[in-house]
């Protein structure tokens, strides 16, 4: 009995395998375009709680341009501080979607949203660490409506008012 549901397994595999096979990949289209916008390097000023700290951010479209990723260093209240972003958007959810992992939290903050592309901004929201270790909402909204700066600014709960913002002007 097992030698027949394996055959059937292989017959299968050897039937199906080049439908999968010759299934196109997906290409990058204008969702991925806005996106791309980003690709460089940034100077960052961070403002949080009265403080002002700056770092770098260099955002890259990778594979097969449908991912951007980032990288971010830099300081922030006094330490160091460094965190890594991929980004892309999903053709099945019609959502962007956004995973950010950094040096101050073992889990990840996993995000989604729409660009509303009167206002140039893209709109997030999603479950994540807060500071207190619990799991917390969180809305991020980037400003892109300027070509050499970028207004990012994050909300947690449901506050009026950011809880920080980072101001990133791109390096010449």
Known sequence: ???????????ALVLLAPAAWAQESPKPGPEHAILKKLEGTWDATMKFAGMESKGT????????????TSAYDGEFAGQKFSGRGLD?????????????????????????????????????????PS????TAKFKAVTDLSKDDTITFSMYMGDAKEPAFMIVYTKKK
């Not at 500071?131 to 619990?134: E, L, M, N, V």
Request: aromatic share 12%.
């Open 88 to 128: 892309t958007y999903d053709l099945a959810r019609k959502k962007y979607i956004g995973v950010w992992a950094d040096s101050m939290v073992t889990t990840p903050l996993i995000m989604e949203g729409t660009y509303d592309k009167d206002k140039k901004a893209l709109t997030m929201t999603g479950d994540g």
């Open 57 to 68: 951010m260099k955002y890259k479209m990778e594979l097969g341009g449908l991912w951007l």
């Open 131 to 134: 500071p207190d270790g619990k």
């Open 1 to 11: 009995m097992r030698t027949v549901r394996w055959s059937w397994s292989l017959v």
